[in-house]
């Protein structure tokens, strides 16, 4: 290990991470349009051993994390998922996979029941075999389902994740339906995020504010239906909003994701900053990353903030947003995000809400002409 990493500690005293997410392996079988892994991930192959994913689980838990999520890419490719899952659960981790589903064997699952895995979230992409399959450029459809049955025959809470975008928004009533029969007991309807694969392909994914606001009320008619049976979570998509989201309940804030390499980050898509030297556990402790690295320290607190965050009173509710979504949009990470009105640049965000009402709201694979091709997340795309 290196020495500690130079900066000062900043103010006010630091909290310990709640959530420490182990990305195990960007690998994947599905190549969905809308995943937030980075665009390169072609060229990031390395991955932690069985060991060092220990080792990074153990220091974490000594810092006090106590949720222990398990994602990708897609888990399940590694091998050693389940030796991981039994170390992280021994170590008094509430553990979680998220997962495609695909891999997830009977004889896998029931190993995993057994060591103690604690939750597990099941990805669909739609409610109809020809969209699921489309979007994930995958025959994966019949697969998942016969995984949702083998995850509720195995006594799982059922947590169903679809995410959400301008091709099946009008399908959210038979995403509910497809839920209900599935016996599911979540089921998270969260809109598209525009990062890596997502935010390449957001002139295909961005729906109408008309779409959003049909699914809305389709979500609450199904809630005061049938009440508590589905809890069901419906996030919209932050571009239609008019204040930003308190992204990763702000910067160094909860969240430690270790991606499969070893690079320690403060959010899924940091990676997309430039100038910040994310530090990789194999360099330096986990403790020395949380409290001493100038990468989880650089957005903590408020005194980064440029105007209007600076001044604005809602700064400890929402954290001036999303840094990553303030870069992308306006080439700056320490500017607002513009999704919030009083961002000098929100005109920039309205005009691409607009963009997509006159867009035609065509099948994906009709690639409209102003558009270019949906991009699936494969090796050949990455870059
Ligand atoms: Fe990076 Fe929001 S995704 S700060």
């Given at each position: 290990m290196s020495a500690p990493l130079p900066h000062p500690a900043p103010r006010p005293p630091i909290a310990a991470p709640l959530w420490l997410l182990a990305?195990?392996?960007?690998?994947?079988?599905l190549h969905c349009a809308f995943c937030y892994n980075p665009i390169n991930y072609a060229n990031e192959r390395a991955e932690l051993s069985t060991a060092q994913w220990i080792d990074v689980m153990r220091q974490a838990r000594k810092l006090g994390a106590a949720q222990l999520g398990f994602s990708g890419g897609e888990p399940l490719v590694r091998d050693d998922l389940e030796e991981l899952v039994g170390e992280g659960r021994r170590l008094g981790f509430y553990t979680n996979l998220i997962t495609s589903g695909i891999g997830l064997t009977e004889t896998r699952l029931a190993r995993l029941k057994e060591l103690g895995l604690d939750h597990i979230q099941l990805s669909f992409q739609d409610s109809t075999k020809e969209m699921n399959d489309f979007l994930s450029s995958t025959k994966t459809f019949d697969l998942k389902s016969r995984v949702a049955r083998l995850i509720k025959q195995y006594d799982y809470p059922m947590v169903l994740n679809v995410v959400l975008h301008r091709y099946n928004l009008d399908h959210v009533g038979r995403i509910i339906d497809m839920a209900l029969e599935m016996g599911v007991d979540y089921l998270e309807l969260a809109n598209t995020q525009y990062y890596g694969w997502g935010l390449a392909n957001r002139a295909h994914l961005m729906p109408t504010r008309e779409q959003v606001v049909r699914a809305e009320e389709v979500v609450n008619q199904y809630r005061a239906r049938i009440g508590n049976k589905v809890r069901i979570l419906f996030v919209v998509p932050d571009y239609f909003e008019e204040r930003p989201k308190a992204c990763m309940n702000?910067?160094?804030?909860v969240f430690l994701g270790i991606a499969p390499d070893g690079t320690a980050l403060p959010c899924h898509a940091a990676r997309s900053l430039p100038g910040i030297a994310f530090p990789n556990v194999l360099d330096y402790s986990v403790h020395d990353i949380w409290y001493a690295s100038g990468a989880f320290n650089?957005?903590?607190?408020?005194?980064w903030m440029k105007s209007p965050c600076r001044d604005c009173p809602e700064k400890s509710k929402?954290?001036?947003?999303?840094r990553c979504q303030a870069y992308a949009l306006t080439?700056?990470?320490?500017?607002?995000?513009?999704?919030?009105?009083?961002?000098?640049?929100?005109a920039e965000v309205q005009a691409i809400v607009m963009q997509a009402q006159h867009a035609q709201n065509s099948h994906p694979a009709v690639a409209q002409p102003q558009a270019k091709p949906i991009l699936f997340r494969t090796d050949a795309n990455s870059r």
């Open positions: 990305e195990l392996t960007y690998r994947c079988p702000g910067w160094g804030s650089r957005y903590r607190g408020d005194a929402d954290f001036g947003g999303c080439g700056d990470a320490a500017n607002a995000d513009p999704v919030c009105a009083k961002s000098p640049r929100h």
